[in-house]
């Protein structure tokens, strides 16, 4: 199955399904201008994966070279951005070199920002290997690195040439990681399509078990609302933000945590969106029935949807860290809300105080 980002002259297939990676020298082939290719994967991946990539990339006729980071968020960051331009312009990276990009998110994010800068700009190709990978971070162009001030906070908007999500590469990725991802098909329901959310409550136990069909199904259905909500503002000036729902509470989680494995980004992301169900219904504007649909629903599957455990979560310094978030925009926050499952919208004008008490109640475990 394929799935079209409509962006003019910089529109890109997302081909979806299982097997393909053993493809991906004849789906890649006709992106290609010279006949190099670089591969950048990182430590855990490379093992599971590469061969076979170069082995399809070789056979189409292409000449695959390869370069290998460190896995886990840290890999983020300066020195390991330099680190890859300098293997990239050591191995005589060309305009006509293919970048391409094997693993998930921190891969794709650190390789898609290196080939937006590299000689100005060189084309690259995303081979998701998460699912949180699949579903969100290689589709839309967004690549970047972390910084002390925060996640995200230097990169650019490159879109890929070509997304190759081959499902069937979810087989080897830890359950918790599938879990991780998984919140950010959730994301997608709560967004705009509450059949969506409904598919997922039969489904979700199945797809995070390993079902095969259920996994294709919702990695389609994610890349094509995510395609179409990007096709209609590439650059986040408007209905883009809402992929954010959840986000700037778990980004604040995620940095009370220092980014650590204490709590996964798809774990904050999970909570984040309870605390947008929660305030919607505290502000009168959705179901308080809704939000408690969605928290039996992360139960159900595994993932986390409120505060409890031994962390003493600082209400104070949580608001901090949503102040600093990079959604504040002439000091007012920006909040991803819902009307209902199915209704997001963003709203500017939450009180502090409505805030501040929503997150001392989850605080408190409630
Ligand atoms: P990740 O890239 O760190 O991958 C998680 C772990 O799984 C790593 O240890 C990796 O080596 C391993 N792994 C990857 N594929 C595997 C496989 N098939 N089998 C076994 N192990 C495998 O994390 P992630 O969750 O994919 O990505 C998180 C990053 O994505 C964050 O930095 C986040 O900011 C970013 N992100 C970006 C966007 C965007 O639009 N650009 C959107 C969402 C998230
Ligand atoms: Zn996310």
Do not use: L, N
């Given at each position: 199955e394929t799935v079209t980002v409509d962006l003019g002259d910089r529109t890109y297939p997302i081909h979806i399904g299982p097997g393909l990676l053993d493809r991906a020298g004849e789906l890649i082939l006709p992106v290609m201008s010279g006949n190099r290719v670089l591969i950048v994967t990182d430590d855990q991946v490379a093992p599971l994966y590469l061969e076979r990539l170069e082995r399809s990339l070789a056979a189409a006729g292409a000449m695959p070279m390869h370069t290998v980071m460190p896995a886990?968020?840290?890999?983020?960051?300066f020195p390991h951005l330099e680190a890859l331009l300098d293997a990239m312009l050591s191995t005589r990276v060309e305009r006509g070199t293919l970048i391409v990009a094997l693993g998930g998110g921190v891969v794709g994010d650190l390789t898609g920002f290196a080939a937006s800068i590299l000689l100005r700009g060189v084309d690259f190709v995303q081979i998701p290997t998460t699912l949180l990978a699949q579903v969100d971070s290689s589709v839309g162009g967004k690549t970047g690195i972390n910084t002390r001030h925060g996640k995200n906070l230097v990169g650019a908007f490159h879109q890929p040439r070509l997304v190759l999500a081959d499902t069937a590469l979810l087989d080897t990725l830890p359950r918790r990681q599938v879990l991780a991802g998984y919140a950010e098909v959730v994301k997608y329901g709560i967004i705009d399509d509450p059949d969506f959310f409904t598919w997922l409550e039969a489904n979700g136990a199945a797809l995070i078990a390993g079902d095969a069909e259920a996994r294709r199904h919702a990695v389609a259905t994610s890349c094509r609302a995510k395609a179409r909500i990007v096709a209609a503002d590439e650059r986040e000036g408007g209905v883009r933000a809402l992929l954010n729902l959840g986000h700037t509470f778990g980004h604040a989680l995620e940095a009370e945590t220092g980014f650590s494995d204490e709590l996964l980004h798809g774990e904050g992301v999970a909570i984040g969106m309870v605390m947008a169900l929660r305030l919607s219904a505290m502000l009168g504007l959705s179901p308080q029935a809704d939000a408690e649909r969605l928290v039996r629903h992360l139960d159900s599957v595994g993932l986390p949807s409120g505060l409890a455990g031994p962390r003493l979560w600082d209400v104070a310094r949580l608001i901090g860290h949503m102040r600093g978030d990079k959604k504040v925009k002439d000091g007012a926050m920006t909040f991803v809300l819902a009307?209902?499952?199915?209704g997001g919208f963003l709203s500017r004008d939450v009180p502090e105080d409505t805030l501040a008490t929503l997150l001392a109640e989850m605080a408190a475990g409630r």
């Open positions: 886990g968020e840290k890999t983020k960051d009307r209902s499952i199915g």
